[in-house]
């Protein structure tokens, strides 16, 4: 069983930063990636970024784009999610996941999961 495990969540205003970790027990295959999705109340869990491990790309969601920034270690053990320029519809739990990669995302059937952090932001 793969361990994910989350780190850095907590409260921020609004224009402000906040850096996630994500610590895995074992570095994804070639054909996974490493990424990080948020939920809110009522909503279904959304893709923020992965980061693939065969190519290194990255896929960030357009609501992102431009404010959160991946990155990885180099061993691929440990990503982190760099979040600037924060807006209080950023609020919500931020998951990490390592699995099978399926596009732009990562298959939620064939995947680890860290038990979430919470990020809120404020106005």
């Known amino acids: 069983q793969v361990q994910v495990a989350e780190s850095g969540g907590g409260l921020v205003q609004a224009g402000g930063s906040l850096r996630l970790s994500c610590v895995a027990s074992?570095?994804?295959?070639?054909?996974?990636?490493m990424g990080w999705f948020r939920q809110v109340p009522g909503k279904e869990r959304e893709v923020v970024v992965i980061?693939?491990?065969?190519?290194?790309?990255?896929y960030y969601a357009d609501s992102v784009k431009g404010r959160f920034t991946i990155s990885r270690d180099q061993d691929w053990n440990t990503v982190y999610l760099q979040m600037d320029s924060l807006k209080p519809e950023d609020t919500g739990v931020y998951y990490c996941a390592l699995g099978q990669r399926n596009g732009a995302t990562i298959d939620s059937s064939r995947s680890f999961w860290g038990q979430g952090t919470q990020v809120t932001v404020s106005t």
């Open positions: 074992r570095r994804p295959f070639s054909s996974e990636a």
């Open positions: 980061i693939a491990k065969g190519s290194g790309r990255t």
